[in-house]
């Protein structure tokens, strides 16, 4: 049975309980936004009532909670009608007047965690903070989808596992494509779009190559670097005297920690084990390596920028690159007129990466990627692609 019109229930309370009818219309205009009530879910509820509410709507908070619970429950919404006068509510919505609105948003976080209803994160997919009208649609979906399992009693409910099949199951009412396919097109969509026309014209005829999963290939100057730690137990510092070896060594050590110091050797790590053993970890870390997370953005615009060149397999010499680089960046805007030196730290070190993990070939006249790094260079724009967006604060 749908749920009674909003109209028609404002209209009985306005009889019924007049000095409430006021603050239930507010309240139900800013928790529906003018659809019908009957698509109004539990996480709808509990984010207008701990989060929009106290700092979006003005007046008496608590009495707009309660009033909005009245119109609620002659709806016959009874259960988020109760959410309305909840202690859970109450708390919250004291915490914000008594504490402010970083511990306020806290304890919102930390009660919308604890109904169930709130989608986890899953292999496939990160969630946005910032969600574009796809992810919202999937992460609206799949709350319902949890709050129906919880509803019906399941005491032994893998939210990750629910999660993961209503993303990537085909849907009738999507024609057939999954959620995950909408929200990955969304973000490829966003990302191809970013700013300035020379970087979307670059990367434009990246948005239907990156859309599939990139297959994970062999590295071997890696996977020879720690099969020999692992068999010799340690390796000398002195082993490695070629400038590509010494940097492999390098990343090996500090960047992925599969190596570590003893003394004047390096001995393979638990870390180390695992990629040897796990050929999709040893290419997830790999390709991790170069458009690394925690760098300043202009420093991985002009890795990313580096990689899109690159990724044909065209002979390039650096200095080209890194005028084709500062070309791209600089119509971005990042720099009003970028130069090639400025982006020489980033684009020289990418390309130092990639020659130390056999993803490249060249020296100081020319660089081409090799075929495992055309793959590896279309993997790591595709997780760079497809990165959820968050607010700053949010990591």
């Known amino acids: 049975m749908s749920a009674p019109d909003v109209t028609a229930l404002l209209a009985e309370l306005e009889r019924s309980e007049p000095d409430l009818a006021e603050e239930a219309r507010t309240a139900v205009e800013w928790l529906t936004g003018g659809d019908p009530l ?7 509820v509990c984010e207008f009532l701990w989060y929009t509410l106290p700092l979006k709507v003005g007046g008496d908070h608590e009495r707009l909670a309660r009033s909005l619970g009245r119109l609620l429950h002659l709806g016959g919404l009874r259960r988020y009608a109760a959410l309305c006068v ?13 504490e402010g609105e970083d511990a306020g948003t806290a304890a919102y976080q930390e009660a919308l965690e604890a109904t169930g209803v709130l989608p986890p994160d899953v292999p496939e997919l990160q969630w946005s903070t910032i969600m574009g009208p796809e992810e919202l649609g999937a992460h609206v979906a799949c709350s319902a989808a949890l709050e129906l399992a919880i509803l019906a009693g399941d005491d032994d409910l893998d939210r990750v596992a629910l999660t993961r099949r209503w ?18 097109g969304e973000r490829l969509n966003r990302w191809v779009l970013g700013r300035g026309p020379a970087r979307r014209e670059l990367a434009q005829p990246f948005e239907v190559r990156l859309h599939a999963p990139v297959p994970a290939q062999q590295i071997p100057p890696l996977h020879g670097l720690l099969s020999l730690a692992a068999s010799e137990e340690s390796l000398p510092l002195r082993l490695a005297p070629s400038p590509e070896a010494l940097r492999l060594r390098d990343l090996a050590e500090r960047e992925l920690s599969a190596l570590r110091r003893d003394g004047a050797r390096l001995s393979i790590t638990a870390v180390g084990r695992r990629l040897l053993l796990s ?24 890795r990313e920028a580096a990689l899109m060149l ?14 084709r680089v500062a070309e791209v960046v600089g119509d971005e805007g990042w720099h009003p007129a970028t130069e090639p030196g400025d982006v020489a730290k980033p684009v020289d070190d990418l390309v130092g990466r990639l020659t130390a993990l056999g993803l490249a070939f060249g020296d100081e006249l020319a660089v081409r990627m090799s075929r495992v790094g055309h793959f590896a260079a279309l993997a790591a724009l595709r997780a760079h692609a497809l990165r959820p967006r968050q607010y700053v604060s949010a990591g």
């Open 38 to 44: 009957e698509t109004v879910t539990q996480l709808d």
């Open 86 to 98: 909840s202690p859970t509510t109450q708390q919250i919505l004291q915490t914000y007047a008594r």
């Open 167 to 184: 993303l990537t199951e085909p849907r009738g009412d999507l024609g057939g494509d999954s959620w995950l396919n909408r929200v990955h």
């Open 279 to 302: 050929p999709d970890a040893m290419w997830e870390a790999v390709t991790r390596l170069l458009l690394p997370k925690g760098e300043q953005e202009f420093e991985l615009a002009a």
């Open 310 to 323: 690159l990724a044909d397999g065209s002979l390039i010499s650096p200095a080209e690159l890194r005028r």
